[in-house]
């Protein structure tokens, strides 16, 4: 894959925000400090991170504990019912949905992008395609499709049978996309 275009971040942050998402853009460097804000900005005390190699090198762990963020590493569906943010590292991204897209067959992945109140999912650039369409087209030439494909798009929200509108039923009250160059 190649490296993201502004083009493409733009409709990715553009989809991403129509569906009450919202998209920050940091290099691999600048990556927790980028989270440490979001979180910092939203009164955020503490987080579950599912750890990645891409979180390490990106100092996230640090940043949020360095701006006084609480953070779980382990034991993540013990504390992601009582902890507010939740951090994890998406596979993919579809830039005409805004939507993030999990592909690994990690539970805890699943559990902090649903359990927390506010969800940052990140994601490399250059994992993100143009169309949903493409999407498939990239799981199918997988060698093994994962035993869990997810798709985010917004914060999670259902609507009754007198289509009342209802945020954060079924998943995050809010929801981040940190959208990282990687290269």
Do not use: W
């Amino acid at each position: 894959m190649n490296k993201i275009t502004d083009e493409l971040y733009e409709r990715f942050k553009t989809n991403l925000e129509s569906v009450n998402g919202t998209c920050v853009r940091a290099s691999k460097a600048d990556l927790g400090k980028a989270v440490a804000g979001i979180f910092t900005e939203a009164g955020i005390p503490d987080a579950c991170v599912v750890e990645t190699p891409l979180m390490k090198e990106g100092g996230v762990i640090e940043a949020l504990e360095s701006a006084g963020i609480r953070v779980c590493t382990d034991h993540i569906r013990l504390n992601a019912e009582t902890v507010k943010g939740g951090v994890s590292e998406n596979q993919y991204g579809i830039a005409d949905l805004g939507t993030l897209v999990q592909g690994r067959d990690v539970i805890d992945e699943r559990i902090v992008a649903t359990m927390s109140e506010y969800y940052i999912g990140i994601v490399k650039g250059s994992t993100i395609v143009p169309e949903y369409d493409d999407m498939f087209d990239l799981l199918s030439a997988l060698p093994e499709i994962p035993g869990f494909v997810g798709f985010i798009s917004g914060p999670s929200r259902t609507a009754d049978i007198e289509c009342v509108s209802t945020v954060g039923v079924h998943g995050p009250l809010r929801l981040a996309a940190v959208v990282v160059d990687d290269e």
